[in-house]
């Protein structure tokens, strides 16, 4: 059985840095993808960034526009861990955060929608105060 299991949110003010990390468990994920997303009250949940991997290539990075060259996610392949460096933090940014894994290589356009994802986990939650 697999699990996903998310660490790492709390309460940060305006500017500062937290890291979320994922750690999937219960199958090894050799061309997969695993990435995060985030559902603030009241909205529906939104693709934060993920990493794409395979055995014949490189990892590949997306983020969304609203995080790009803040947010950096990364992968332990030994511990089959993905981590989310988040800096400048906003308000804005406040919501749960899911991590999701994805059991089969895809395009990379096909992983920005929730429906891409196999596994889930619970979520952590993430505040920032201004």
């Known amino acids: 059985q697999v699990q996903v299991v998310e660490s790492g949110g709390g309460l940060v003010q305006a500017g500062g840095s937290l890291r979320l990390s994922c750690a999937a468990s219960?199958?090894?994920?050799?061309?997969?993808?695993m990435g995060w997303f985030r559902q603030a009250p009241g909205q529906g949940r939104e693709f934060v960034a993920t990493i794409r991997w395979s055995a014949w290539s490189d990892s590949n990075t997306y983020y969304a526009d609203s995080v790009k060259g803040r947010f950096t996610i990364s992968r332990d392949n030994a511990k089959n861990t993905v981590y989310l460096q988040m800096s400048s933090l906003k308000p804005e940014d406040t919501a749960v955060y899911y991590c999701?894994?994805?059991?089969?290589?895809?395009?990379?356009?096909?992983?920005?929608?929730?429906?891409?994802?196999?596994?889930w986990g619970q979520g952590t939650q993430v505040t920032v105060s201004s």
């Open positions: 999701a894994a994805r059991s089969k290589y895809s395009s990379g356009s096909a992983l920005y929608t929730p429906s891409a994802y196999d596994y």
């Open positions: 219960g199958r090894t994920f050799s061309n997969a993808a």
